[in-house]
């Protein structure tokens, strides 16, 4: 014990030493549009529309903030003034290139944050000189490529995330250099193909996200690789089918498959991952399933959402399960008599298949079809169909491609297996009806940014395997009602980027009744006023509306959307929260209302779906009060809840939200006085981190909640309810059961309020240092 003690006294003095050496003290002139911690060596520069990093900077600096600002390109050497910086974050700093070099220097760096910005390329060179950093944060960029070397000199890091970019293909040795690495995301881009090295040299990674992409096939020979791995995320990829020897990873335990489109699994695909303890197979087209081959500790089974049928065909699954006591989540899709039932509450031996007069319709349709299959004489061979003109094909793969190729009409001809369609970039204007005539098979077809304006009726006719349609950044101002008639299974619809000015009808919609999710974000879209608009496609999980002009939603927008999940809505000009409306999608987990003039959130604003919701986000409104009982209702399933960049000098009470796992109050003017002690508590209570800082009074701006002593000098007990509390000195009467809140206005001036006539004074300069009788008075109005 004594030895650690005086080895972190070592280490005191060491650092004492070296703050003496390089800069007698934090020199106390602070950049003028910045904010400065003397003690935390740290500078905040947020939005301030710097165009350059500034190089007056404090040397000694340990933590920089250059967040919202308008740098748009780091140069060679752009932090050579800074060599002791340990935490960077140039977040939503409309970065568009990080120039060979632009790191360098910083060998102390542990922590990059380039989220938000507009990166469209990694160079080779790009990170040169981060020899110490730990993480590196590039989401939500457009990264489209990631040049071999980029990561060689960042042997320390330990979380590189590149989720949100637009990343198609993934080269040889892509990552080569990342010696520590333990967590890779490459969750939400395009990707669709990796080559067979993409991941090597990576021996240390364990954990790898690659959902949300466009990987038809596993890629097995590129997973081979990953020796150490044992969480892998493949969800919401367009998989159909995965055969034997599939999956290679000896020390594989967690592998999600979920909401892709698989039907079928065969027995021995996780033959070669022994130690698999954990597969999630929910949300698939799996009707039945063999008894799994390999995995020796297998416990958990997820087919939830599966039409998985309960008849002989399942019971050999189903009494494996038993045996091996494997957790098997779903529910029977039929027969008629066990539908709904728990696959786990099922007896094996009432997995009976009936003779054919007891058949059901479609039984006997599959029986019917399997027979004539086997009668059939085999069929002739068919004449090789070849790939158009200017496009490339690869049959085994099932892929082809014209992109960025010219192309002024949908190309014709292409090989009938097809499953993936590229035809981005190019010039159609138009796309007639029978566009894609014997392309059944077609699983995913991109039309992005192909300047297309009209799409015939019945464009997509024919296409009856495509789920995925991207039509991104295109020209189309409207759908006719017919738009994709004989699509019936699109069930990933991207309209986002452009110029729609209303929401598709439900005319529109009615093709589609497996409509899963509907992104049309950046359109032109002003108001949501049709009731029902959901009606047609009552699946729907995801709606996606950002950036349009929405002002006003009516009650009945969403009614019905009963399986509504997730609702993005930020970035429109909505004055209120659309309570109302919220109330016909009662399963509703994820509401994003951030960048909505929101000034006000009044009661009970959540009630209607405080059951289901769990993410919440209301940053950058402008939001100055919320009442009291604006979260009523919200409780223990809430996980996240941010307002950050708000006017918020108070908040209502969040000791109900004890789920709570992400809390963000940064950027908010909060008023650090008894008012907000019970804030303090709660955050005093909780695990996790909560980013709040003091904005008034003057002396504590900049300041974390966590860390000033105002608090201290607050009463403990609380008033009694039969005596009321004393009135402070100054302080205007309250109406019954409000809590006045003072606040001042720039210049000292006191603040009016429409609830309460009379101007709460300013604090005088002399009364400063002394803050305790000032703060117990306050505290007595608060307890109020």
Request: charged residues 20%; hydrophobic residues 35%; aromatic residues 6%.
């Given at each position: 014990?004594?030895?650690?003690?005086?080895?972190?006294?070592?280490?005191?003095?060491?650092?004492?030493?070296?703050?003496?050496?390089?800069?007698?003290?934090?020199?106390?002139?602070?950049?003028?549009?910045?904010?400065?911690?003397?003690?935390?060596?740290?500078?905040?520069?947020?939005?301030?529309?710097?165009?350059?990093?500034?190089?007056?900077?404090?040397?000694i600096t340990v933590k920089l903030d250059l967040r919202k600002n308008d740098l748009?390109?780091?140069?060679?050497?752009?932090?050579?003034?800074?060599?002791?910086?340990?935490?960077?974050?140039?977040?939503?700093?409309?970065?568009?290139?990080?120039?060979?070099?632009?790191?360098?220097?910083?060998?102390?760096?542990?922590?990059?944050?380039?989220?938000?910005?507009?990166?469209?390329?990694?160079?080779?060179?790009?990170?040169?000189?981060?020899?110490?950093?730990?993480?590196?944060?590039?989401?939500?960029?457009?990264?489209?490529?990631?040049?071999?070397?980029?990561?060689?000199?960042?042997?320390?890091?330990?979380?590189?995330?590149?989720?949100?970019?637009?990343?198609?293909?993934?080269?040889?040795?892509?990552?080569?250099?990342?010696?520590?690495?333990?967590?890779?995301?490459?969750?939400?881009?395009?990707?669709?193909?990796?080559?067979?090295?993409?991941?090597?040299?990576?021996?240390?990674?364990?954990?790898?996200?690659?959902?949300?992409?466009?990987?038809?096939?596993?890629?097995?020979?590129?997973?081979?690789?990953?020796?150490?791995?044992?969480?892998?995320?493949?969800?919401?990829?367009?998989?159909?089918?995965?055969?034997?020897?599939?999956?290679?990873?000896?020390?594989?335990?967690?592998?999600?498959?979920?909401?892709?489109?698989?039907?079928?699994?065969?027995?021995?695909?996780?033959?070669?991952?022994?130690?698999?303890?954990?597969?999630?197979?929910?949300?698939?087209?799996?009707?039945?399933?063999?008894?799994?081959?390999?995995p020796r500790e297998l416990s958990f089974l997820n087919l939830t959402g599966n039409?998985?049928?309960?008849?002989?065909?399942?019971?050999?699954?189903?009494?494996?399960?038993?045996?091996?006591?494997?957790?098997?989540?779903?529910?029977?899709?039929?027969?008629?008599?066990?539908?709904?039932?728990?696959?786990?509450?099922?007896?094996?031996?009432?997995?009976?298949?009936?003779?054919?007069?007891?058949?059901?319709?479609?039984?006997?349709?599959?029986?019917?079809?399997?027979?004539?299959?086997?009668?059939?004489?085999?069929?002739?061979?068919?004449?090789?169909?070849?790939?158009?003109?200017?496009?490339?094909?690869?049959?085994?793969?099932?892929?082809?491609?014209?992109?960025?190729?010219?192309?002024?009409?949908?190309?014709?001809?292409?090989?009938?297996?097809?499953?993936?369609?590229?035809?981005?970039?190019?010039?159609?204007?138009?796309?007639?009806?029978?566009?894609?005539?014997?392309?059944?098979?077609?699983?995913?077809?991109?039309?992005?940014?192909?300047?297309?304006?009209?799409?015939?009726?019945?464009?997509?006719?024919?296409?009856?395997?495509?789920?995925?349609?991207?039509?991104?950044?295109?020209?189309?101002?409207?759908?006719?009602?017919?738009?994709?008639?004989?699509?019936?299974?699109?069930?990933?619809?991207?309209?986002?980027?452009?110029?729609?000015?209303?929401?598709?009808?439900?005319?529109?919609?009615?093709?589609?009744?497996?409509?899963?999710?509907?992104?049309?974000?950046?359109?032109?879209?002003?108001?949501?006023?049709?009731?029902?608009?959901?009606?047609?496609?009552?699946?729907?999980?995801?709606?996606?509306?950002?950036?349009?002009?929405?002002?006003?939603?009516?009650?009945?927008?969403?009614?019905?959307?009963?399986?509504?999940?997730?609702?993005?809505?930020?970035?429109?000009?909505?004055?209120?929260?659309?309570?109302?409306?919220?109330?016909?999608?009662?399963?509703?987990?994820?509401?994003?209302?951030?960048?909505?003039?929101?000034?006000?959130?009044?009661?009970?604003?959540?009630?209607?779906?405080?059951?289901?919701?769990?993410?919440?986000?209301?940053?950058?409104?402008?939001?100055?009060?919320?009442?009291?009982?604006?979260?009523?209702?919200?409780?223990?399933?809430?996980?996240?809840?941010?307002?950050?960049?708000?006017?918020?000098?108070?908040?209502?009470?969040?000791?109900?939200?004890?789920?709570?796992?992400?809390?963000?109050?940064?950027?908010?003017?909060?008023?650090?006085?008894?008012?907000?002690?019970?804030?303090?508590?709660?955050?005093?209570?909780?695990?996790?981190?909560?980013?709040?800082?003091?904005?008034?009074?003057?002396?504590?701006?900049?300041?974390?909640?966590?860390?000033?002593?105002?608090?201290?000098?607050?009463?403990?007990?609380?008033?009694?309810?039969?005596?009321?509390?004393?009135?402070?000195?100054?302080?205007?009467?309250?109406?019954?059961?409000?809590?006045?809140?003072?606040?001042?206005?720039?210049?000292?001036?006191?603040?009016?309020?429409?609830?309460?006539?009379?101007?709460?004074?300013?604090?005088?300069?002399?009364?400063?240092?002394?803050?305790?009788?000032?703060?117990?008075?306050?505290?007595?109005?608060?307890?109020?």
């Amino acid at each position: 014990m004594w030895s650690s003690i005086f080895g972190f006294n070592q280490w005191r003095v060491a650092v004492l030493l070296l703050l003496m050496t390089v800069s007698p003290s934090f020199s106390g002139k602070c950049l003028r549009p910045c904010s400065c911690d003397l003690k935390k060596l740290t500078v905040a520069c947020i939005g301030k529309n710097l165009t350059k990093v500034p190089p007056t900077i404090d040397e000694i600096t340990v933590k920089l903030d250059l967040r919202k600002n308008d740098l748009q390109e780091l140069p060679r050497g752009s932090f050579q003034h800074t060599p002791y910086l340990t935490h960077l974050n140039l977040q939503s700093s409309n970065i568009r290139s990080v120039r060979e070099g632009a790191f360098r220097g910083l060998g102390r760096l542990v922590y990059l944050n380039l989220a938000h910005n507009n990166i469209d390329v990694l160079y080779q060179e790009s990170f040169d000189g981060l020899l110490s950093l730990k993480q590196l944060l590039i989401d939500h960029n457009r990264v489209e490529e990631v040049q071999p070397g980029a990561f060689t000199q960042m042997g320390s890091l330990n979380l590189l995330s590149l989720t949100h970019n637009r990343l198609v293909y993934l080269p040889n040795m892509a990552f080569q250099g990342l010696l520590n690495i333990q967590w890779l995301k490459l969750s939400h881009n395009s990707l669709n193909n990796l080559a067979t090295e993409a991941f090597a040299s990576l021996f240390t990674l364990t954990r790898l996200s690659l959902d949300h992409n466009e990987l038809q096939f596993f890629p097995t020979q590129t997973m081979t690789r990953l020796v150490e791995v044992t969480h892998l995320e493949m969800s919401y990829n367009p998989m159909i089918y995965m055969g034997e020897e599939t999956v290679s990873m000896a020390k594989l335990t967690h592998l999600y498959l979920d909401h892709m489109s698989l039907q079928d699994l065969s027995d021995g695909a996780l033959i070669h991952a022994p130690l698999l303890s954990h597969l999630d197979l929910s949300h698939n087209q799996l009707r039945s399933l063999e008894p799994i081959l390999g995995p020796r500790e297998l416990s958990f089974l997820n087919l939830t959402g599966n039409p998985t049928y309960c008849n002989c065909h399942l019971r050999p699954l189903r009494e494996w399960a038993q045996v091996g006591q494997v957790k098997l989540l779903g529910l029977c899709a039929g027969p008629p008599h066990l539908s709904e039932e728990p696959l786990e509450a099922v007896d094996p031996a009432d997995l009976r298949c009936r003779g054919r007069e007891g058949l059901t319709k479609e039984e006997l349709e599959e029986a019917e079809e399997a027979g004539a299959q086997l009668l059939a004489p085999p069929p002739k061979p068919q004449k090789k169909v070849g790939c158009p003109d200017n496009c490339e094909c690869e049959p085994e793969a099932q892929h082809a491609t014209c992109e960025d190729r010219g192309h002024t009409k949908v190309p014709q001809g292409f090989l009938k297996n097809t499953s993936l369609l590229d035809l981005r970039d190019n010039h159609f204007h138009n796309v007639p009806s029978n566009s894609f005539r014997g392309l059944a098979k077609v699983v995913s077809l991109h039309l992005d940014r192909c300047k297309i304006h009209e799409i015939e009726a019945g464009a997509f006719r024919g296409m009856k395997g495509l789920l995925y349609l991207y039509l991104m950044e295109n020209d189309l101002t409207s759908l006719e009602p017919d738009t994709f008639t004989g699509a019936p299974q699109i069930t990933y619809l991207h309209l986002d980027g452009n110029r729609l000015t209303q929401f598709l009808s439900a005319a529109t919609l009615a093709p589609m009744p497996s409509l899963l999710e509907l992104n049309l974000e950046g359109n032109a879209i002003s108001k949501l006023e049709s009731a029902g608009m959901l009606s047609s496609v009552k699946m729907l999980r995801a709606l996606y509306l950002a950036n349009n002009t929405i002002d006003s939603v009516v009650a009945k927008a969403l009614d019905p959307a009963p399986h509504l999940d997730k609702l993005h809505l930020e970035g429109n000009k909505l004055t209120e929260v659309p309570s109302k409306a919220l109330g016909n999608a009662p399963l509703l987990r994820e509401l994003h209302l951030s960048g909505n003039p929101i000034r006000w959130v009044g009661p009970k604003a959540f009630m209607p779906i405080a059951q289901s919701l769990q993410r919440l986000y209301l940053d950058g409104t402008g939001l100055a009060k919320m009442s009291k009982d604006s979260l009523a209702g919200l409780g223990s399933g809430m996980l996240t809840l941010s307002l950050k960049g708000n006017q918020l000098e108070s908040l209502p009470s969040l000791s109900s939200l004890t789920g709570l796992q992400e809390v963000n109050l940064a950027d908010n003017p909060l008023l650090c006085d008894c008012n907000i002690l019970l804030l303090r508590k709660w955050m005093d209570n909780v695990s996790l981190t909560v980013s709040a800082t003091c904005g008034h009074p003057a002396e504590l701006h900049g300041q974390s909640v966590k860390d000033v002593s105002v608090f201290q000098t607050c009463p403990e007990d609380e008033p009694s309810p039969s005596k009321p509390p004393l009135k402070a000195k100054g302080a205007a009467k309250a109406p019954k059961k409000v809590k006045p809140k003072p606040s001042l206005l720039k210049g000292g001036k006191p603040k009016m309020s429409k609830a309460n006539p009379k101007p709460v004074e300013s604090p005088k300069p002399s009364a400063l240092p002394k803050p305790a009788k000032k703060n117990k008075k306050s505290k007595k109005i608060m307890q109020r």
